[in-house]
Nanobody, 118 residues
């Protein structure tokens, strides 16, 4: 059984940084890529960043160079480094693994809360 477990959320002041981690337990016998999503209060879930089948990363327009995704395949872990955080980045952040070709999410983490104060 595959499970994704996030950590690293918390409260930070505007301009600060956080690093989220997501550890995968279990094996996925298919080509799945890491992605991070977020859901702000009253808003739909949106893609923060996703790794494509070519290994490249596609970021949401709102990221504007502030966030970086990385992965450690040996540890089955993905990271999301978030710098220069803004109040509007406050959200629940979810890691996910999705089919690299179809982008269909197969597995979700439970979410971790990020709160940015002014």
């Amino acid at each position: 059984q595959v499970q994704l477990q996030e950590s690293g959320g918390g409260s930070v002041q505007s301009g600060g940084s956080l690093r989220l981690s997501c550890v995968q337990s279990g094996y996925i016998y298919a080509s799945y890529c890491w992605a991070w999503y977020r859901q702000r209060p009253g808003k739909q879930r949106e893609t923060v960043v996703a790794i494509g089948s070519d290994g490249g990363s596609i970021y949401g327009d709102f990221v504007k160079g502030r966030f970086t995704i990385s992965e450690d395949n040996a540890k089955k872990t993905a990271y999301l480094q978030m710098n220069n955080l803004k109040v509007e980045d406050s959200a629940t952040y979810y890691c996910a693994k999705r089919d690299c070709a179809s982008y269909t999410v197969g597995y979700w983490g439970q979410g971790t809360q990020v709160t940015v104060s002014s």
